[in-house]
């Protein structure tokens, strides 16, 4: 009998989910469209819908009159069904903001953090913006749905712990346990391109689609696999680590942050950026680039040498293209696998994207079968270098579309 029960509730927070998923995906909608597309009874569809309602996730969003026929009510999510906080740890810099139910943001900070520092030192600062975040938008009966946190590495998912992440060096941190106990909120913890992914197919430029990859580019390269309208994990969760895919595999090749060499992202990270263009100045080229240095009292970073492309500079244009290029290859080889009908590009390295994105699309076309590439559009991620920033609220936003009575009844 119990068995029963749980089945029964199981089967309704299913169907209230899917119910939700469309009116999230295809909104405007109504009643009558949403029992087309799921195949359910026009009464259990209303019967779901007055539960989203009553739970403040949909809203009425007045009527919709084609002419024939009593106009109908349409549907569309609440934005205002709570407040979701972000956090993206970058391996150089900490992001937090505080969005609507719908991604829009309301408050928004970001650090720069030492990677050499220690750890409890980086998680202590982002303690104290996502305190400070919270303050700031604690309204009378202000909401929150939960805490959103994309991290490079791998990550349980289950747990909450991020495993490992070569770029930061650090293994085994129980995120949700640190941040659930100082905030109280629902903690989710995800991969910094599994975010992202999540981000493009909720928010951004893949709502329709269901066969994409996200690349994150900064100073690793990760990917978010989508495949089959699912993000794909594994076995155990650790998919889409493309950076560290060998490209060149000579004992003379740079060591990568994982330990190996010849790996796809020191040839397209940020890093190898800096390093091209470095090699270009210790060799006296000309570019304004070193009194652009000098202005700014900056070391060399991406926003500068953007700057400098931006001004026409031959040396940073260059540069950019080799990387891009380089990233063309590990597009190519992905292409052939997954036949993926969008490419997206995003993280910091994506402000360059109108100087990587003809590189890579050259060279894609060049290194992928070409009934394949002519079915891929690479594109710029919306969110830029917020890409995953934006996909830490994603996961908490799908962790209520997947689950809308978890999210609520606690
Ligand atoms: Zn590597």
Redesign the pocket.
């Known amino acids: 009998m119990s068995n029963y029960i749980t089945d029964q509730a199981y089967i309704r927070e299913n169907n209230l989910s899917s119910v939700l998923r469309l009116i999230h995906s295809q909104a405007p909608i109504s009643r009558a469209q949403l029992a087309v597309i799921t195949g359910l009874n026009k009464s259990t569809i209303s019967s779901l819908v007055d539960d989203l309602i009553a739970r403040k996730l949909v809203n009425e969003a007045g009527s919709n009159s084609n002419g024939a026929g009593r106009p109908a009510i349409m549907l569309e999510i609440n934005s205002q069904a709570g407040l979701i906080v972000g956090v993206e740890l970058g391996v150089d810099f900490v992001s937090v903001a505080v969005t609507d139910f719908l991604g829009n943001i309301v408050w928004r900070r970001r650090e720069d953090a030492n990677p050499n520092e220690d750890q409890q030192k980086m998680i202590d600062q982002t303690l104290r913006i996502v305190k400070d975040a919270m303050g700031s938008v604690k309204k009378k009966n202000a909401h929150f749905l939960g805490m959103g946190l994309a991290t490079p590495g791998t990550v349980n998912l289950k747990e909450g712990i991020l495993i490992f992440a ?1 770029n930061l060096h650090w293994r085994n941190v129980p995120f949700r346990k640190i941040f659930s106990e100082q905030t109280r909120l629902k903690v989710f913890v995800e991969n910094d391109a599994n975010a992202a992914a999540t981000a493009e197919h909720l928010f951004g430029t893949a709502r329709q689609c269901q066969d994409f990859l996200f690349v994150f580019a900064g100073v690793g390269i990760g990917g978010g696999l989508f495949l089959n309208g699912k993000l794909y994990r594994g076995k155990n969760g650790y998919a889409g680590e493309i ?2 895919s060998p490209i060149m595999a000579e004992p003379s090749q740079t060591v ?3 330990g ?1 060499r010849g ?1 796809w ?2 040839y397209a990270n940020q890093y190898s950026i800096i390093q091209r263009v470095q090699a270009r100045l210790e060799v006296k080229r000309t570019s304004i680039i070193p009194k652009l240095m000098a202005e700014h009292n900056s070391s060399l970073t991406i926003p500068l040498i953007k700057q400098a492309a931006d001004a026409g500079d031959r040396e940073a244009i260059d540069s950019f293209a080799e990387a891009g290029h380089a990233m063309g290859q590990g597009f190519a080889g992905l292409t052939n696998i997954f036949n993926p009908e969008k490419i997206i590009l995003g993280g910091p390295l994506s402000i360059a994207g109108e100087y990587l994105l003809p590189a890579i699309k050259e060279t894609m076309a060049r290194h992928s079968l070409t009934e394949i590439d002519q079915q891929a559009e690479v594109l710029l991620s919306p969110f830029g270098p917020d890409a995953s920033l934006i996909g830490a609220i994603a996961i908490v936003a799908d962790g209520i579309l997947s689950q809308p009575l978890g999210g609520k009844e606690k």
């Open positions: 070569p950076g560290h990568c942050h994982c190996n790996c992202e020191t």
